[in-house]
């Protein structure tokens, strides 16, 4: 998916600034919602729909920093069932062009900076992509439609591994940003690109 996540993630302090910055961009200006889930192609004029005045419920987190240090990152996530093994990074609201959008992980599936922790209460918001334009990056959510309901989802974080069973396989608009949401609950959220690009693929697990 090159589109509006479009390059390389990295975590060095610089770009963990930025992000802070270009997510108080996105708290005052508001974000199209063709900007908050991952896509394979360039918006239509029809999908560019403007959030900002409704824009998502905030969702609170710990600072970065202390995260990084007890390890409680996600670093990979493994789903069996599909054959998915991905390396996952941080991806973050940074501007592009004078606007706010998410970064694209490169090689790896995107763990949203604002979104919750494994294993603790909260959305786990995961994205990845389903076809690439560039033979170098890999479409780590390629096969995320051979999922079902029962299935395991497995995301590493630090020295623990959190299980997560797969409640519900939908597919979405593209400007849908409810499973975005966070609640008391304890979820993990998938997102993909369906083959066509039209639409997300979205894939939803609970703690086990």
């Not at 900002?52 to 419920?57: I, K, L, Q």
């Not at 004078?98 to 763990?111: C, F, Y």
């Amino acid at each position: 998916m090159e589109g509006w996540w479009g390059r390389l993630v990295t975590w060095p302090n610089a770009l963990s600034v930025g992000m802070v910055a270009a997510a108080g961009v996105v708290t005052w200006y508001g974000v199209t919602a063709t900007e908050l889930l991952p896509r394979d192609a360039e918006p239509t004029a029809e999908e560019t729909i403007t959030l900002a005045a409704e824009p998502p419920p905030p969702v609170v987190v710990e600072p970065p920093i202390g995260r990084v240090a007890e390890g409680r990152l996600p670093t990979r996530v493994v789903i069996p069932s599909a054959g998915i093994d991905s390396a996952v990074t941080e991806v973050g609201v940074v501007l592009e062009d004078g606007r706010p959008v998410w970064e694209t992980a490169w090689r790896s599936a995107g763990h949203h900076l604002n979104s919750a922790l494994p294993g603790q209460p909260g959305n786990v918001v995961l994205t990845g992509h389903v076809s690439v334009a560039d033979s170098r990056n890999i479409p780590v959510f390629a096969n995320l439609d051979g999922v079902a309901e029962g299935d395991v989802v497995e995301v590493h974080a630090g020295e623990h591994v959190h299980r997560y069973e797969v409640v519900s396989v939908q597919v979405v608009e593209a400007d849908e940003t409810r499973v975005l949401r966070s609640d008391h609950r304890s979820l993990l959220t998938l997102i993909t690109c369906t083959p066509d690009l039209k639409h997300r693929l979205v894939v939803t697990g609970q703690l086990i």
